[in-house]
């Protein structure tokens, strides 16, 4: 009887903060292409899109987008960080806090006018990139993300 092969999987974890989610999306139309030979060598223990929310776990590889809104966000982002091996940034949200991040922005005005929902909201005063919460391991820039770049950078560490 041949001996089996045991491989052990990169356990992944996918998270979206506050953004447009065009990532997410776009990650979704990268594995509709590579998630089958990828899925010999990890284990998506979550993402949101496909699998229901579960606690926070050890992760292999911990990919993450959007920023950082509220107190619960950076809690999370920071619980996440304790729990991976790696942390990958995708799209400008993250990095830069930008386009989701337009409210930093926001004339005094402006600021009056969602006052009451920031505060109904819990939301922090400014948003805040995952870069300046939390060190990322790599980072990939666009809105949405470069394709190219995040296979390499995905599949260095699988």
């Known amino acids: 009887m041949a001996e089996e092969k045991k491989v052990n999987k990169k356990k992944v974890g996918i998270f979206s903060f506050t953004s447009d989610e065009g990532c997410t999306i776009y990650l ?18 979550y993402f949101l899109s496909i699998k229901d929310h579960k606690e926070i776990e050890d992760y292999d590889i911990a990919i993450v987008e959007g920023v950082l809104s509220s ?3 950076m809690k999370e982002v920071k619980k996440i960080r304790e729990h991976a091996k790696i942390m ?10 930008m386009p989701s991040g337009h409210r930093n922005n926001f004339n005094p005005e402006q600021m009056e006018e969602i006052r009451d929902d920031l505060k109904k ?18 980072e990939i820039m666009g809105c949405p993300m470069d394709a190219d770049k995040f296979v ?7």
């Open 71 to 73: 107190e619960r966000d």
């Open 121 to 138: 909201f819990d939301f922090l005063p400014k948003c805040i990139p995952v870069k300046e919460a939390v060190k990322l391991d790599e």
């Open 28 to 45: 979704t139309e990268i594995f509709n292409k590579k998630l089958l030979g990828w899925l010999e060598k990890i284990e998506l223990v």
């Open 152 to 158: 390499e950078a995905f599949e260095k560490y699988i």
């Open 88 to 97: 990958i940034g995708i799209g400008n949200c993250t990095i830069t806090g």
